[in-house]
C-alpha cells in the first residue's frame, strides 16, 4: 500500500513563527499536494508539485510556500503563521500520467495561537 | 459560485434507509468524477469512480449526467458504519488533474 506520512499529527505555533509541514511518500509519485480543510469550505488545494523542484500555485497560496527537494518529500512552509491559518492541512500524491489514484496522508492538524 | 457544490447537511437517517447526495459542477471540461468517504478527523478515502454509464458497487450506486453537471451518489439499506462525510470530487486534464473537492455532505445513520 502506498503511504503517505505526514510527520505531525498536532501542532500548536505562535503567530509569527515559520512553521514547516512535512510530507514524505514511499511510492515513488511524481504528483504532490497540499490542501487545507475548513468547515464549510471543504478541501481547498494550496500548491502542488509534477516532479522535482517543480511547484504550482494552488487555489488559496498567499502566505504559504513548498518545497520539493527530493521526489518522496513535500513540505509546506508557512513563512509568518497567523491565525487564519488554523485548519487540518493535508498532503496527497498520485502518479504521475492519468488522475486518479490519489493517496491522503492522516492530516496535520494545526493551531496558531 | 463555487466549482463543486453539494447538498448541504447533516443528513440523520435510521438504519436500513435510502439516502441519496447529489452534487454539481460548474466547469463543463471536467472528465473525471468521484465520490470519496471522510470518516471523522481522518484523511479522505475514495469511495468509487463515477462513471458515465453509472455504477454500482455493493449498496453504493454513482450517476453521472454530464448535461446537467449533476453527479449522485445513493446508498441503500444504510449501516451504522457509513456515517461520515461524503465528498464529491471532480478533475480535468485541463487543470492538471487536480481534484476538486465540494464541502462535503456529512452522514449520520442511527440506530
Known amino acids: 500500500d502506498v503511504k503517505v506520512t505526514q510527520s505531525s499529527r498536532y501542532l500548536v505555533k505562535r503567530t509569527g513563527e515559520k512553521v514547516f509541514l512535512e510530507c514524505v511518500q514511499d511510492m515513488d509519485h511524481e504528483n504532490m499536494f497540499w490542501y487545507r480543510q475548513d468547515p464549510g469550505l471543504g478541501l481547498r488545494l494550496i500548491y502542488f508539485s509534477y516532479d522535482v523542484k517543480m511547484k504550482e500555485k494552488g487555489d488559496i497560496p498567499e502566505g504559504y510556500s513548498v518545497s520539493r527537494e527530493k521526489k518522496e518529500r513535500f513540505s509546506l512552509i508557512l513563512e509568518s503563521a497567523s491565525t487564519n491559518q488554523t485548519s487540518m492541512y493535508l498532503c496527497a500524491s498520485k502518479p504521475g500520467g492519468g488522475i486518479d489514484g490519489y493517496t491522503f496522508g492522516s492530516g496535520t492538524r494545526l493551531t496558531v495561537v | 459560485r463555487k466549482e463543486v457544490e453539494q447538498d448541504p447537511g447533516p443528513f440523520n437517517v435510521p438504519e436500513g434507509a435510502t439516502v441519496a447526495f447529489n452534487c454539481t459542477y460548474s466547469?463543463?471540461?471536467?472528465?473525471?468524477f468521484f465520490w470519496y468517504r471522510q470518516d471523522c478527523r481522518k484523511e479522505p478515502k475514495l469511495l468509487m469512480s463515477?462513471?458515465?454509464s453509472g455504477n454500482e458497487d455493493g449498496r453504493f450506486t454513482a450517476q453521472l449526467n454530464r448535461a446537467s453537471q449533476y453527479i449522485s451518489l445513493l446508498i441503500r439499506d444504510s449501516k451504522l458504519s457509513d456515517s461520515a462525510t461524503y465528498l464529491c470530487v471532480v478533475t480535468s486534464y485541463n487543470q492538471g488533474g487536480k481534484l476538486i473537492f465540494g464541502q462535503g455532505t456529512e452522514l449520520s445513520v442511527k440506530p
Open positions: 466547469n463543463s471540461a471536467s472528465q473525471s
Open positions: 463515477v462513471y458515465s
